[in-house]
């Protein structure tokens, strides 16, 4: 028995022992290392804050320090007044609390409310060589406040100790932060005294600055996709339901459609909050709780429209009565109280997600039309809307759903619509062959690298709204003055001339890592993934392709042609756009119309190829290439002009020497015209001049200047 008994009592020293290692196994509170990361991918702030309850403190110079043993200075309890310390003697935190989270039940002394005023801490630890770093939030609750290592970088809302000097605000902000160290010592003070919950909610976000920057351009792109998709599909089911107002639901399916546009610009990257003032906080809110209230009975509504011999119209009104009550509370109560109904609300909305699931099973047990993919659309939107409750509610940490979930229903709910209005369907098999060359057909005009990079094996797994960012090299060919050559061909002669020369320059594009994204009549535009280089040797070989199809033209009798090469790299989406049933494959980008406008300055310049500032520069070594610089243009959608440079490796031999000699004297007369010199400029073009009278570049500048002189002595 002692035995037993002493093999016990080590058993138990040694758990006590081993028990501080494992309360030390996640780290330290109030600190994150994130020193081994990839900062230039983002990261979130989650973890144990530092947390002081009714103080607004800071990080600031030594101006009021603490005592000796790091405890507080003795007047610090006043919550009247903001008080700085030195990151050495920072006070003792009074608990260290989750973030995302709240304040609310944490008890210090006495269980907190969501309404208050307290400040977070925590001390990140970085790589010594990060890159510049931004902060983004979503929203807190309700104001804050920021410090990063004692500096003050901004605020949302107003904070305040006390509800005169608190003004709340839910925008979404971008903090691009200025620090080098390997170190951010983060301070926020929090300020709430309107909603039910307080504290810091959402995750804070860090990352470089161009990697935040995109993430939030990412995420207005998709949730202004999923809102004005649901705009357009709302107006267009309450259009079809004035022009055919016996079948109810279309004007359900409209409403619930444009209530789901409201809260989705309310929630997520809080769009209407961005373009509205702080003041209409409490007016967009009461917006934000009335988009659930208003849309469930409409959801349910549009259900009951679609099933009604399986639907329960006392649920149904009884229902309307409650989310009515709802509403009305919202609207006439204020925020600190209507805040707290959606607590209560969400055993409305689970016991109809439960009504809801029971008729389509039955609409399904009855075989009714459409019951299947209406219970599939409506499981995949009970599910996210179930997520996005835990989630607001900080039980699970996950992301919002909903927008997923709606993408899904909405277009299902509007192919079910679709076939309620269009009976002219075939059997099943007929579709499905139908569908089956269709796909094969379109396959033909889509190019394998497009479903590379959206990451589809086939194009059947092409869906409307998908897309991708990359950067890419854009490359536009044109062939001069096509139109008047075409005028003297017939119809099928214009048509294999264009492909016999497609043909020739199709073919280098694949062979330089480029694919086709479109023909352009008797041009086309390339893509080129890799690196810049690829754009501008096929570029290069296009010239040579052409310069053999012109020998291979006048063999047989008929003029040789022009083409002009424009290239830009540059930030792009690809993606699929337009609408249910049609959609294409399209490059959204101020790159595509940069690249396209340096094709067309070929023209004015006289020149064969241009390329733009932005890949000369991400050229590994352009002393590879001969070119020398154009100038600079101002093209729409740009603060700045644009440097545009000719390359002319495949211009003769004999006019490449003369440029290489004259390249000096060239770029030094367009950078005088730039400064205005204008004596300056033209002595210099006329030094070129001399060497190569038949420079069309030199000719163009040369006619400038002219036009230059004669408006100056107009105004003399």
Not at 692 to 715: G, Q
Request: hydrophobic content about 40%; aromatic content about 12%; proline content about 5%.
């Amino acid at each position: 028995m002692s035995q037993a008994f002493r093999t016990f009592r080590r058993a138990l020293c040694l758990a006590l022992l081993l028990a501080p290692l494992a309360a030390r196994a996640d780290g330290p509170q109030g600190i994150l290392d994130l020193s081994q990361e990839d900062l230039t991918k983002i990261h979130n702030l989650d973890g144990k804050w530092a947390f002081y309850w009714e103080k607004l403190i800071r990080l600031d110079e030594p101006s009021m320090m603490g005592s000796p043993d790091g405890s507080p200075p003795a007047n610090r309890k006043s919550p009247s007044s903001e008080q700085s310390f030195p990151p050495s003697s920072m006070p003792q935190p009074d608990t260290y609390i989750p973030v995302p989270g709240n304040w609310n039940g944490l008890k210090l002394g006495e269980t907190l409310t969501g309404k208050g005023f307290a400040t977070y801490g925590l001390r990140v630890l970085l790589p010594e060589n990060h890159p510049p770093l931004s902060l983004k939030f979503l929203d807190e609750s309700s104001a804050y406040r920021l410090f990063v290592n004692g500096k003050e970088y901004g605020s949302n809302g107003q904070v305040g100790s006390d509800p005169a000097q608190y003004r709340p605000s839910f925008r979404t902000r971008i903090f691009e932060l200025q620090e080098t160290g390997p170190v951010l010592d983060i301070t926020l003070q929090v300020t709430n005294f309107d909603h039910r919950k307080g504290g810091l909610w959402e995750s804070i976000r860090i990352g470089s600055q161009s990697a935040i920057r995109q993430y939030r351009e990412g995420r207005i792109l998709f949730e202004s996709f999923i809102a004005g998709s649901l705009l357009i599909m709302g107006f267009y089911h309450l259009g079809l339901f004035f022009l055919r107002r016996n079948d109810r639901s279309t004007l359900w399916f409209g409403l619930f459609c444009l209530i789901i546009v409201m809260r989705l610009t309310l929630i997520g990257e809080r769009l209407l909050h961005s373009m509205f003032p702080e003041s209409a906080w409490s007016i967009l809110l009461r917006f934000e709780y009335l988009s659930v209230y208003l849309a469930l009975p409409s959801f349910c509504y549009f259900v009951q429209s679609l099933y009604p011999r399986e639907s329960w119209n006392l649920f149904l009104r009884g229902l309307l009565v409650v989310s009515g009550a709802f509403a009305i509370f919202t609207l006439v109560s204020p925020t600190d109280w209507f805040t707290y109904t959606v607590d209560y609300f969400q055993y409305v909305l689970v016991s109809s997600i439960l009504y809801i699931c029971i008729v389509f099973s039955v609409a399904i047990y009855k075989r009714r039309e459409g019951a299947v993919f209406a219970t599939i659309a409506t499981l995949v939107l009970s599910a996210t809307t179930i997520n996005d409750l835990l989630y607001n509610q900080q039980v699970i940490q996950t992301v919002q759903l909903v927008p997923f979930g709606l993408f899904v229903f909405i277009f299902s709910q509007s192919f079910i619509l679709s076939i309620r209005f269009s009976r002219a369907f075939a059997t099943i098999e007929t579709m499905s062959e139908g569908l089956r060359q269709y796909n094969t057909a379109y396959s033909r005009f889509v190019p394998e690298e497009f479903l590379k990079y959206l990451h589809k094996e086939s194009i059947l797994d092409i869906e409307l709204g998908d897309q991708v960012q990359q950067t890419m090299s854009v490359l536009f060919v044109d062939i001069r003055d096509f139109t008047t050559r075409s005028e003297g061909m017939t119809p099928a002669a214009t048509f294999a001339f264009i492909n016999e020369y497609l043909g020739r320059i199709g073919p280098l594009i694949r062979n330089h890592s480029g694919f086709i994204d479109k023909y352009l009549g008797d041009g086309l535009m390339a893509l080129f993934p890799g690196q810049p280089e690829d754009a501008v040797n096929a570029g290069l070989a296009i010239l040579a392709a052409v310069r053999e199809f012109n020998a291979d033209l006048q063999e047989r009798g008929e003029n040789p042609i022009r083409i002009g090469v424009g290239i830009h790299t540059g930030n792009l989406m690809l993606g699929t756009v337009g609408e249910s049933r049609r959609m294409d494959g399209t490059v959204i980008s101020d790159a595509v119309n940069l690249a396209a406008r340096t094709e067309g300055l070929t023209r004015i310049y006289g020149v064969s190829m241009i390329v733009s500032q932005d890949t000369l520069f991400h050229i590994s070594d352009p002393t590879e290439y001969a070119y020398r610089f154009l100038g600079k243009v101002r093209v729409k959608g740009k603060d700045q002009p644009v440097s545009i440079f000719e390359f002319f490796g495949q211009d003769e031999k004999e006019e490449k020497t003369v440029k290489v000699v004259t390249r000096e004297d060239f770029e030094r007369g367009v950078v005088q015209l730039h400064h205005r010199n204008f004596d300056e400029a033209r002595t210099s073009f006329e030094a070129v001049k001399r060497a190569a009278p038949d420079d069309r570049a030199v000719l163009y500048y040369l006619s400038r200047l002219d036009r230059i002189k004669s408006r100056i002595k107009t105004r003399t």
